[in-house]
């Protein structure tokens, strides 16, 4: 029974949600859970917002290996990042405007994506590997550029690039919480709608059309549901769509459906538990040292391994 | 009836189809014939709205094909495309029930669900459907593509080799039921066939395209003759009656 998973994995990210709020708590309590809580709502709309892009984008391209990472968001978002402290200093870029960097990035990020969409709809229709193609080149050249930028940069500038280069949920802003989490929340649970329709999609374009489907604007409806998803995440808390892949494995190989209205709530729980048990993890085992990525992609990926092997995911 | 008015495409810089005109009649079996490369899938594919209509005109009854929402063809036509790699993880039951997709968009009634499980006993794959799409032959998966458009149930239903991959029991019993459909049911079906011998055993009508261009077409008595047929392919071949059918030998 699928649903019974559904709750399942309901009833475990409350459990996790609920140890993370009061493990070791002492002193002033009220301010800590405070704390705690914008911490753990951010965990969870990022989880959610990883989890939904990330199937959603393996359906459009009908690739399992695939995450929107792949487009270069993260490279963007990196490349915005050391720009701002390369133009305006260490000391200037903690004194911009938070929320309007944060609008900025959305932006940035929503236009550049939209560009491409448009560009490669126009030259060559039909064809998603193409557009997949020049995400991964403009990746790679964004990247490049931010490296160029942070060598030729002052030692101690980049060192505050560097703690934007890692997606970290310390010091959330809370309007930006507030923004990015309703969008996000907005969508994801929006998207439920059309999940029939994402089950239909997923059969590819061939299929999809002699069913009724009018492929092209479904197709670029979702691209766009998934830049938003994706962007309103990394600008909230940094890169963090490593998570995508080891969430939407994990979803297929639990819930062994196609069924999105499955799927999708089910890569939406499985991330937010991963990041809310690897926040745990980082903050109260290992003392803060290290990456919430690391901890995230070591356990993830031995979890992941052993799963591959066991032959629970295919 | 489908007329095809002034049909020309081009893949990049080269012409797939030239000037085609042509009507296709309702309630019979239509082959497609002739040899690779001359644009029998491209036609299927323009005439489904597979791909987009470069210049000229296809209507199916009284629907232009270029204007038509999709949603409102996916009731007319159902399409079975030569290649179909699915990503999903599906089992066969699943993929016949997405047939009622035009119909029911997502929320299946017993109906539908009677007429998806109708389709699996029609297609010999009761006993496959709980089987995943990766894990049966291609004959078996070619099978429940066909039962998938079948469920659809529209007027009009468009194949593009679905003998492929078939043994004979299987190929014999398709082409049998499509037979039976149209008969029976008044449906009209369009299929692009590379066997002569079914073509000629159960076609009502025969269109053959070589070099994107239509090289002949009529009753399959009347078209399917030796020297017609030796010209279209390039090969000899010859016809013969036995108990009163037309048999093609081509092999040797």
Known sequence: MPNMRIVLLAVLLVIFSA???????????????????????????????????????????????????IMGFDALFILIQTMLVFMLGGFGY?????????????????????????????????????????????????????????RVMDPSEFAVVQGAMFASFGGIDRVELLLAGTTIMLLSVGILR????????????????????????????????????????????????????????????????????????????????ILVAGQALFERVLGLQSTLAVVVEFAGGVLFLILLIQGKIR | MISIEALNHAAGTTQILHDITLTIPRGGLTALIGPNGAGKSTLLNL??????????????????????PR???????????QRSDIASRLTVGDLVEFGRWPH?????????????????????????????????????????????????????????????????????????????LVREENRSIVIVLHDLNHAAAWADHVVALDAGR????????????????????????QTHMIDGRKVILHHR
Not at chain 1, 39 to 59: D, E, P
Not at chain 2, 72 to 77: G, H, I, K, T, Y
């Open chain 2, 214 to 237: 239509v090289a002949f077409s009529g009753a399959p008595d009347q078209v399917l003759t030796a020297e017609a047929l030796s010209t279209l392919y390039n090969a000899p071949i």
């Open chain 1, 94 to 150: 903690t004194q911009l405007p938070q929320l309007a960097v944060f609008g900025g990035e959305i932006a940035a990020m929503v236009l550049a994506s939209l560009a491409l969409f448009t560009l490669i709809h126009r030259r060559s229709r039909h064809d998603l590997q193409m557009l997949i193609l020049v995400g991964v080149i403009f990746g790679l050249m964004f990247r490049s550029m931010a490296s160029f930028l942070q």
């Open chain 2, 104 to 180: 029911s968009k997502g929320r299946l009634t017993p109906y539908d669900r009677a007429i998806a499980s109708h389709a699996l006993e029609v297609f010999d794959l009761t006993n496959l459907s709980h089987r995943f799409l990766d894990e049966i032959s291609g004959g078996q998966r070619q099978r429940a593509f066909v039962a998938m458009a079948y469920t659809q149930q529209t007027d009009w239903l468009m194949l593009d080799e679905p003998l492929n991959n078939l043994d004979i029991r299987h190929a014999r019993g398709l082409m049998g039921e499509l037979a039976r």
């Open chain 1, 194 to 273: 059309w999940a029939s329709l994402c089950d239909v999609v997923a059969l590819g374009r061939g299929p999809a059309q002699s069913l009724g489907v009018n492929y092209n604007a479904v197709e670029r409806r979702l691209l766009i549901v998934i830049t938003v998803l994706v962007s309103c995440a990394t600008a909230l808390v940094g890169p963090i769509t490593f998570l995508g892949l080891l969430a939407a494995s994990l979803a297929h190989a639990l819930m062994r459906t196609h069924r999105h209205i499955l799927l999708l709530p089910a890569a939406a729980m499985i991330a937010a538990i």
């Open chain 1, 19 to 69: 140890t993370f709020l009061i493990w070791g708590l002492s002193g002033r309590i009220w301010f800590i859970l405070e704390l705690r809580a914008v911490k753990l709502s951010a965990l969870i709309v990022v989880g959610c917002a990883v989890g939904v892009s990330t199937v959603l984008f393996q359906t459009i391209s009908g690739n399992r290996i695939l995450t929107p990472s």
């Open chain 2, 47 to 68: 005439i489904a709205a597979q791909a987009d209509v470069q210049s000229g005109r296809i209507s199916v009854d009284d629907l232009d094909v270029a204007t038509t």
């Open chain 2, 71 to 81: 949603t409102q063809l996916a009731q007319r036509m159902a399409v079975v495309a």
